[in-house]
């Protein structure tokens, strides 16, 4: 069974709980990220981190997907704006391999979509990258759609 938190901030009550599993979750995003953006265009990037505070902003908030042994396998990390058009922006996600085509990403989007709501937000939105054709794949079957193209110039 399968349960969704929702995190506060990293010194908050469940993130002192999850914090080991969700900066180990983080960085096997990044690792993974990091090898998807070098095949796309050979560029260094998502280095991994020593703390979750090096990417966790003011107002993000972290959907934690916690299973039955009470270990964290899955995470959203996002915001939402508070004024004009509500939207709520997907910063990274990530649901660990063990428990992949189990229904915790749909969970977890299914979580952040309910609170996204309940803060008047009518939009949600993310960035992936172009190559990933999973994560592009489960995104779209979630109704997402390609609005913006993000272009990138070698300086």
């Not at 009550?13 to 990091?34: M, V």
């Not at 050979?42 to 981190?49: A, D, H, K, L």
């Not at 063990?98 to 979580?111: D, N, P, Y």
Request: glycine share 10%.
């Amino acid at each position: 069974m399968m349960k969704i938190v929702f995190v506060t901030k990293p010194n908050s009550p469940y993130g002192k709980k999850y914090y080991a599993d969700l900066l180990g979750l983080h960085n096997k995003l990044y690792d993974d990220q990091k090898i998807k953006l070098a095949d796309l265009n050979g560029r260094e990037g998502f280095n991994q981190i020593s703390k979750l505070e090096e990417v966790w902003g003011e107002g993000t908030l972290c959907a934690c997907a916690v299973d039955d042994r009470g270990v964290a396998v899955g995470f959203i990390t996002f915001g939402y704006t508070k004024k004009g058009q509500r939207f709520l922006w997907v910063y990274n996600f990530f649901v660990d391999e063990s428990v992949r085509s189990q229904g915790v990403g749909h969970e977890l989007i299914e979580a952040v979509e309910n609170y996204g709501k309940s803060k008047g937000c009518a939009w949600m939105q993310l960035n992936v990258l172009g190559n990933n054709d999973r994560a592009i794949a489960f995104y779209e079957r979630f109704g997402f759609r390609t609005e913006y193209q993000d272009m990138v110039k070698e300086l």
